[in-house]
């Protein structure tokens, strides 16, 4: 049992199936990062997976091979190691550490999909530390304010309570009484009931005879 207990469980917020890494000139004073300063993008330093994964220690942004693991970046929301480039949504400078080392590599994604999920993975990771580092920040279940605010109206029917739907471009029933009409004709009005003031349709009128 102390063995599974000291066993880290690890949960995988990202996998990028295939992404680029790039050796990238220093930094200009002032000015951030550019994906087309770094060379030809269709040769990079190496290619492989990303995978972002979470521990109970943090989250670490892995560069995979099938056997080794090329570079690792800790992830931390207060001094976050990746950074975006100016000029395009694939592309990323990410700082990796190894035994105290330092340097910046840039990393890009074949599909802008891929990036965009990628920083999703990232963001979802950052609300999450940020609630648990500041639980009175945290977003409660208050109502919305653009919902009015007021105490709820019960719209249901009761028992034995009927409603009547008005359909556009129908003639109600008329509730005058039968008789004939200014118009020719008995049982109705000249004027359809539930219209304001809109005259009925009349037939069209018989055709003159012919003359001989």
């Known amino acids: 049992m102390d063995e599974f207990k000291e066993e880290e469980i690890e949960s995988i917020l990202y996998i990028g199936r295939e992404v680029s890494?790039?050796?990238?000139?220093?930094?200009?004073?002032?000015?951030?990062?550019?994906?087309?300063?770094?060379?030809?993008?269709?040769?990079?330093l190496w290619k492989g997976?990303?995978?972002?994964?979470?521990?109970?220690?943090?989250?670490?942004?892995?560069?995979?091979?099938?056997?080794?693991?090329?570079?690792?970046?800790?992830?931390?929301?207060?001094?976050p190691s990746v950074e975006a480039v100016l000029d395009s949504s694939r592309y990323f400078v990410?700082?990796?550490?190894d035994n105290g080392r330092r340097a910046y590599i840039g990393m890009g994604f074949l599909e802008r999909t891929d990036s965009f999920d990628f920083n999703v993975a990232l963001q979802d990771y950052t609300k999450?530390?940020?609630?648990?580092?500041?639980?009175?920040?945290?977003?409660?279940?208050?109502?919305?304010?653009?919902?009015?605010?007021?105490?709820?109206?019960?719209?249901?029917?009761?028992?034995?309570?009927?409603?009547s739907i008005s359909i556009p471009g129908r003639a109600k029933p008329s509730s005058a009484s039968s008789g004939p009409s200014l118009?020719?004709?008995?049982?109705?009005?000249?004027?359809?009931?539930?219209?304001?003031?809109?005259?009925?349709?009349l037939p069209p009128p018989p055709s003159a005879p012919r003359r001989r």
């Open 128 to 163: 999450r530390w940020r609630a648990r580092m500041n639980p009175s920040e945290a977003p409660s279940d208050q109502p919305s304010p653009h919902v009015p605010a007021g105490p709820k109206k019960d719209y249901t029917l009761k028992e034995g309570q009927t409603f």
């Open 21 to 44: 890494v790039y050796k990238i000139p220093p930094l200009k004073k002032n000015e951030g990062h550019r994906a087309q300063e770094w060379g030809d993008l269709g040769n990079p």
């Open 94 to 97: 990410v700082r990796v550490e």
């Open 49 to 79: 997976r990303l995978r972002i994964i979470e521990r109970s220690s943090g989250v670490a942004i892995q560069f995979e091979d099938p056997t080794t693991v090329f570079a690792k970046a800790d992830y931390d929301p207060a001094k």
């Open 183 to 201: 118009l020719g004709g008995s049982g109705s009005s000249g004027f359809a009931s539930g219209d304001s003031g809109v005259p009925a349709l």
